[in-house]
Structures are given as structure tokens and as C-alpha cells.
């Protein structure tokens, strides 16, 4: 069946460093991807998104580019903040929401 | 625009009871649809409505029931509560289309439930 893998956490940077947290889908067919960040004591919030084969979503200083060829959609930000603190999932949306296990990133000064 | 409204924020049952909560979309949107986020488990999809029809449902047992109204209001029931089912309970809501289209989702703050 469809499933999303995402990296273990939690992830623990130094500000300014450089963030890569990978992720994996299998779906029978091309699913749309996004990635949701959770802030402490907050909803979800949608970050970025691609809806087919190469499309790359931005927002923020994150990025991801959607890789049909290794199914992956892994989320990346060249100098990371405090403020990036947060759970970050990957979600696969075909005929399923299937919501990968999230990682946790703490960003300390 | 006022996001999306869930109620009530804090629960605590005791096994065997049963629960509703409540959400309310933002203002013209159709879709609403439940996920259960625990630590162990992750988030999970519970199900999806669409004018009052529910359009998607996720692998829960029939314990977990919801409906939809016409203002597109949703509420989600919980029979016969079970220690597990602690969580915290999200619901998200779309302007058109069913989650499966790819469109934006929006999250309400979640009503976290503790079963005793």
C-alpha cells in the first residue's frame, strides 16, 4: 500500500547551519506532496508543496523538489533559524492522505 | 477570514464514555476532514466530508463516527472510549475538492483528548 518515510528524529542544528530532511513515498500512482510544520502548541501549517514530477515548492528559504525517479520529495534550507523549530511532515496525497511519522528540529543560537 | 474553529480545545473521559468534537471550517469551504496525531502512532487519517457526505475514510475502527451539516460544520464521535484512543484530535478544511486532489489543507489548533 501507499506509505510515507521520513528520516528519524530529532534533528539538532546550530543556527545558520544547513537542514536536509529526507523523504520517501510509495503510491501506485503520482500523488501530490507536500510538507506541514507544526509549531509548538500550533496546527499544521502547509510549508511547501509540488503536484507532479520535477516541480519544486519554496517557501520561506525551504525547498523540495518533487523526484519521480527516486520518489523522494526531501526538504532542505541552506541556513536554519531558531524559528524553524517545529515538527516537519511529509504528506503524500493520491487516493490516500498518508502522513509520514514527522521529524522534530530543534535550532539552538 | 477566521481560520478553522475546533471545540472544545481540552477533553478528559473516562473509558467506556463516548465524545463529540466539534469543527468548524473556514468560511466557504466544503471538505473537512479528521486526523488523530499520537506520539506512537504518528498522524493518522480518520476521514473526510464533503457536503455532508463522507467521501474518504481511513483504517478506525467503527467506534470513530463523524457527520457533516449543511453550514459544512463537522462533528466527530467516539464511542465506548478506550485508554489508546488519548490524542490529539486535528481537523482540516478545503475550499472544493476532496484531499485526494491535492489541494491545501487548513488545520484548526486540535481538541487533545484524554482518556483515564
Known amino acids: 500500500g501507499n506509505s510515507v518515510t521520513q528520516m528519524e528524529g530529532p534533528v539538532t542544528l546550530s543556527e545558520e547551519a544547513f537542514l536536509t530532511i529526507n523523504c520517501t513515498y510509495t503510491?501506485?500512482?503520482?500523488?501530490?506532496l507536500f510538507w506541514y510544520v507544526q509549531y509548538p502548541g500550533e496546527g499544521l501549517q502547509l510549508l511547501l508543496k509540488?503536484?507532479?514530477?520535477?516541480d519544486k515548492g519554496s517557501n520561506k528559504g525551504f525547498e523540495a523538489t518533487y523526484r519521480k525517479e527516486t520518489t523522494s520529495f526531501h526538504l532542505e534550507k541552506g541556513s536554519v533559524q531558531v524559528s524553524d523549530s517545529a515538527v516537519y511532515f511529509c504528506l503524500s496525497l493520491y487516493d490516500k492522505v498518508i502522513f509520514g511519522p514527522g521529524t522534530s528540529l530543534s535550532v539552538i543560537p | 477570514k477566521a481560520g478553522v474553529t475546533q471545540t472544545p480545545r481540552y477533553l478528559i473521559k473516562t473509558r467506556g464514555q463516548q465524545v463529540t468534537l466539534s469543527c468548524s471550517p473556514i468560511s466557504g469551504h466544503r471538505s473537512v476532514s479528521w486526523y488523530q496525531q499520537t506520539p506512537g502512532q504518528g498522524l493518522q487519517f480518520l476521514f473526510e466530508y464533503f457536503s455532508e457526505t463522507q467521501r474518504n475514510k481511513g483504517n478506525f475502527p467503527g467506534r470513530f463516527s463523524g457527520r457533516q451539516f449543511s453550514n459544512s460544520r463537522s462533528e466527530m464521535n467516539v464511542s465506548t472510549l478506550e485508554l489508546g484512543d488519548s490524542a490529539l484530535y486535528l481537523c482540516?478544511?478545503?475550499?472544493?475538492?476532496?484531499?485526494?486532489?491535492?489541494?491545501?489543507?487548513?488545520f484548526g489548533s486540535g481538541t487533545q483528548l484524554s482518556v483515564l
Open positions: 509540488a503536484t507532479k514530477a520535477d
Open positions: 482540516a478544511s478545503s475550499p472544493s475538492g476532496s484531499v485526494g486532489t491535492g489541494e491545501k489543507l487548513f
Open positions: 503510491a501506485t500512482g503520482y500523488p501530490s
